[in-house]
């Protein structure tokens, strides 16, 4: 089974930007649909955006369309989220996380959290306004 690592957190200032990591080992993330989530302090673990297997779809939260990006590099077994614009409601704790479940990156269920079987401990980003 597969393992993963986040990393790239830290605070930033409103306006900013950060690039988060997600090392995954044991297996190769093409095995995987991969995702983002996060949780803010005694709020709800939220989806961000997945990727599919193959690379080829994703799927973003609208509170993160247009500013965040997901990419992956296969050779690297690792997944990136690029996140621009940052603002002070961006500040959680930030997951990645992989399934093998079978389901349709662009459906509304490939954003709950219970079809993904793996994650990582995840990484602090704080925005300061």
């Known amino acids: 089974q597969v393992q993963l690592v986040e990393s790239g957190g830290g605070l930033v200032q409103a306006g900013g930007s950060l690039r988060l990591s997600c090392a995954a080992s044991?297996?190769?993330?093409?095995?995987?649909?991969m995702g983002w989530f996060r949780q803010a302090p005694g709020k709800e673990r939220e989806f961000i955006v997945t990727?599919?297997?193959?690379?080829?779809?994703?799927n973003y939260a609208d509170s993160v369309k247009g500013r965040f990006s997901i990419s992956r590099d296969v050779a690297a077994n690792t997944v990136y989220l690029l996140m621009n614009g940052l603002r002070a409601e961006d500040t959680s704790v930030y997951y990645c996380?992989?399934?093998?479940?079978?389901?349709?990156?662009?459906?509304?269920?490939?954003?709950?959290?219970?079809?993904?079987?793996?994650w990582g401990q995840g990484t602090q980003v704080t925005v300061s306004s």
């Open positions: 996380a992989a399934t093998r479940r079978s389901m349709a990156v662009a459906s509304i269920g490939s954003r709950l959290r219970e079809r993904y079987d793996y």
């Open positions: 990727i599919s297997q193959i690379g080829d779809n994703t």
């Open positions: 044991g297996d190769t993330i093409s095995r995987y649909h």
